[in-house]
């Protein structure tokens, strides 16, 4: 069974950072990945997706020049490093993968385009 386990959440004041770690079963290479994040009362929204063939990442705008996201096949993991935090990232955090292929060269931040996910890891930025 294709698993995703997130780990490096936590609370934090704001403008520190934290980088969040999914580790999988088996290797995303060559599979689109994706981060998404859903705040208490609002719906999981895509906030970063890398295509599979490594050639197009989005970010939305609002953790443009905040978040990278990077991944290590060695290790089967990828990573959201999250900088300069504000309480508005505030929310429960998602990796996921896109299992069956269904994009190469391309992205997307809709939950449609995934087929793995993890389990969800809290940030809480405040002071």
């Known amino acids: 069974q294709l698993q995703l386990v997130e780990s490096g959440g936590g609370l934090v004041q704001p403008g520190g950072s934290l980088r969040l770690s999914c580790a999988a079963s088996r290797s995303t290479y060559r599979r689109a990945i994706g981060w998404f994040r859903q705040a208490p009362g609002k719906e999981r929204e895509g906030i970063a997706c890398r295509s599979a063939d490594y050639e197009y990442t989005f970010l939305v705008d609002s953790i443009k020049g905040r978040f990278t996201i990077s991944t290590d096949n060695a290790k089967n993991t990828m990573y959201l490093q999250m900088n300069n935090l504000v309480p508005e990232d505030t929310a429960l955090y998602y990796c996921?993968?896109?299992?069956?292929?269904?994009?190469?060269?391309?992205?997307?931040?809709?939950?449609?385009?995934?087929?793995?996910w993890g389990q969800g890891i809290q940030v809480t930025v405040s002071s």
């Open positions: 996921a993968v896109d299992w069956r292929g269904q994009r190469y060269t391309t992205c997307t931040t809709s939950t449609e385009g995934y087929d793995g």
